[in-house]
């Protein structure tokens, strides 16, 4: 008994072990910023020219589209973004959004993305999810879906999406894991 108590003697105190877990968890977050920032640089630094051009209007577009409606540039912004999206989609592999923005950031092709991630799902209509749906090739939707509400939406996507692969899960950390384990 004496053995156990100076070894629990030794053990760090909830706050003490809470913050030890806090900083880890910063220190992972810095290192993966870190890694995803210097990754998307070697992408970027191997793209031609014209390809990071492209990338450029696109970017030029989608702020124009996000901007207050001017029909007088609306037409010529929407082609600019449809034309480039593909070199955007190499300069930016990764993206994230929020379901109102999906209209205009993302031109609209069906399976355009490889993944699409729908966080807090359950928080969503099924009006404002089909776009999402739409562009995704698999879909990962997080989030509670015991309530009248979310059901619905979960019935919807699994009978919109039949012939896609999808998944439920119920938190982030699911989702993680989940992902990293395909």
Same mark, same amino acid.
């Given at each position: 008994?004496?053995?156990?108590?100076?070894?629990?003697?030794?053990?760090?105190?909830?706050?003490?072990?809470?913050?030890?877990? #806090?900083?880890?968890? #910063?220190?992972?977050?810095?290192?993966?910023?870190?890694?995803?920032?210097?990754?998307?640089?070697?992408?970027?630094?191997?793209?031609?020219?014209?390809?990071?051009?492209?990338?450029?209007?696109?970017?030029?577009?989608?702020?124009?589209?996000?901007?207050?409606?001017?029909?007088?540039?609306? #037409?010529? *912004?929407?082609?600019?973004?449809?034309?480039n999206f593909h070199a955007a989609l190499q300069a930016f592999p990764i993206w994230?959004?929020?379901?109102?923005?999906? #209209?205009?950031?993302?031109?609209l092709h069906a399976e355009l993305f490889d993944l699409v991630i729908i966080d807090?799902?359950?928080?969503?209509?099924?009006?404002?999810?089909?776009?999402?749906?739409?562009?995704?090739?698999?879909?990962?939707?997080?989030?509670?879906?015991?309530?009248?509400?979310?059901?619905?939406?979960? *019935?919807?996507?699994?009978?919109?999406?039949?012939?896609?692969?999808?998944?439920?899960?119920?938190?982030?950390?699911?989702?993680?894991?989940?992902?990293?384990?395909?």
């Open positions: 008994i004496n053995v156990r108590k100076r070894q629990l003697a030794l053990l760090p105190s909830e706050d003490e072990a809470l913050q030890k877990v #806090k900083e880890a968890d #910063k220190r992972l977050q810095e290192l993966s910023g870190e890694i995803l920032r210097q990754t998307w640089l070697d992408s970027i630094q191997s793209m031609e020219k014209s390809q990071f051009k492209k990338a450029q209007d696109y970017t030029i577009a989608v702020n124009i589209l996000s901007g207050p409606y001017d029909p007088e540039h609306y #037409k010529a *912004a929407k082609q600019v973004q449809e034309s994230a959004t929020t379901n109102l923005s999906t #209209k205009s950031n993302f031109p807090e799902a359950s928080q969503c209509d099924i009006p404002s999810a089909i776009p999402l749906l739409f562009r995704g090739k698999r879909l990962a939707i997080i989030g509670d879906f015991s309530h009248y509400t979310s059901s619905a939406l979960k *019935a919807f996507i699994i009978e919109s999406n039949r012939g896609k692969e999808v998944f439920f899960v119920s938190s982030r950390e699911k989702a993680i894991h989940k992902l990293t384990s395909m």
